[in-house]
């Protein structure tokens, strides 16, 4: 297991195949609670080795934790034993999931993805993804089994530490201690996909590192 997970999942462009086990059907019916649910996760490194462990996911997002049938979601490793160096320090990664069942709620999830590598394009200040071929099983009903796209979002500690910097968690920032130059980068990339829905001050859709 050691062996094969010594590789920066985030620096490769083939989609990831990863398995979810575990009660959707309680995950769906308590995700505006934000507690953890155990996971069984299953890594296909290649089509004769898969990677098992046991991990924990819980609901996220503000507005999509109530608006979602299967929302995006927190996949907790710190005690999973991933044995990844370049995961050392880890405790949680961002799942962008499909949100709802249909073939245009998968669709929303490419363009997501694509608006992260448009903007890794744009600014070396910016999270890398990686595309995941998803599939559930749902414990809570007997094992049914469902697939559809996702990804993974770098982790912020993970970005910044690339990077040089820091993050800032502090809330209440004012624009004017921000890089202008990259600020307006980032103005006209969010015109651009069409987002008026961020803030520097609170932090909301988007993260701030100081170098």
């Known amino acids: 297991d050691t062996l094969s997970m010594q590789v ?3 620096s490769q462009e083939e ?3 990863l398995t979810l086990k575990f009660d959707i059907k309680s995950y769906k019916r308590e995700k505006l609670k934000g507690e953890y649910l155990p996971v069984q996760l299953t890594y296909h490194v290649n089509d004769t080795l898969d990677i098992n462990k ?3 996911v819980k ?5 999509r934790r109530g608006h979602c049938h299967l929302p995006p979601l927190w996949l ?5 034993k ?5 995961l050392e320090g880890t405790k ?5 999931t499909h949100c709802k069942d249909s073939k245009q709620y998968e669709q929303y999830v490419i363009k997501e993805y694509l608006a992260y590598k448009i903007y890794s394009e744009i600014s070396p200040y910016s999270f890398r ?4 071929r998803m599939k559930y099983i749902d414990t809570g009903r007997k094992n049914k089994e469902t697939s559809s796209w996702a990804f993974m979002i770098e982790p912020e500690e993970m970005m910044a530490e690339r990077l040089g910097a820091i993050p800032i968690k502090s809330d209440g920032v004012s624009m004017r201690y921000t890089d202008t130059l990259m600020m307006d980068v980032v103005a006209l990339y969010m015109y651009m996909i069409g987002n008026a829905d961020y803030s520097v001050a609170g932090r909301h859709n988007l993260k701030l590192i100081r170098r």
């Open 129 to 132: 993804v990686r595309l995941i």
């Open 59 to 63: 609901a996220r997002g503000e507005f």
């Open 54 to 56: 046991k991990v924990r």
């Open 15 to 17: 989609p990831m195949e």
């Open 8 to 10: 920066d999942l985030f």
């Open 92 to 96: 949680r990664i961002k799942i962008v």
């Open 76 to 80: 907790n490793i710190n005690k999973a």
């Open 82 to 86: 991933v044995g990844n160096k370049y």
